[in-house]
């Protein structure tokens, strides 16, 4: 401070001896002191709002992201309504029958045997099979025998006959008669309800005259008779 004002007096002494006309005289002061610096000026208001920019060009696309844990168990869900009501099905109870003899029959054509049976349904199939010791002999020469079975006095046409045949040659020098169990069995469809009579025959090939026939010879025969369901379609 005190610098400031020998520097002020000094300043006046060489204005006086410049300018003896004192009144006539100007001479310029020191510059004073800067001041103190003001106090920050409140903010302005917000600006008006710019326009919307052009849409920026798409990313590239980020790896996959990791697999997420499994979530927790949902509830259970309601119950559903009953559906409707099936059809009633068919049931079918087992149903056989078996007539068996202890008899040699040497008849050549003929019935051997009858069985009656009771028939439960119309829709259902009989399997029929006879069992016994046939031969055929005719001499030296070729013969045949058939036996086969019938219902009501009518052989099997559904699908078709029930039947079994025995070829004998005895052309050959020591021919011998083979005595032998056999059995012939298979299903008839389309017989209906009630009581049928099944029976074993016996009688000659397609195209053959008659032979000599020997059924049952020292064994017992037996005709079994079982009631099934439809077959499959």
Known sequence: MKTVILLSLLHLAACDEQKPNAASSVCSGVPGIPGIPGHNGQPGRDGFQGEKGE?????????????????????????????????RGSTYIANWKQCAWDRRD???????????????????ALRVAYAANLVTFCGRS?????????????????????????????RSANPGQVHRHRQTEGFCENVPAGIVTIAAVVGNCK?????????GSNSASRLMIEEYPPAQI
Request: net charge positive; hydrophobic share 25%.
């Open 142 to 170: 070729f013969c045949c025998g058939r036996w086969y079975i019938t219902f009501n006095g009518v052989e099997c046409s559904s699908p078709l006959s029930i039947e079994g045949l025995v070829f004998v040659d005895y």
């Open 106 to 124: 040497f008849k050549d054509t003929g019935i051997i045997q009858e069985c009656s049976f009771r028939k439960s349904y119309n829709s259902t």
């Open 55 to 87: 849409r920026g060009v798409q990313g590239a696309v980020g790896p996959k992201g990791a697999s997420g844990k499994i979530g927790h168990k949902g509830e259970r869900g309601l119950t559903g309504e009953a559906g409707p009501k099936g059809h």
């Open 207 to 215: 195209g053959m005259g008659t032979a000599d026939r020997d059924s």
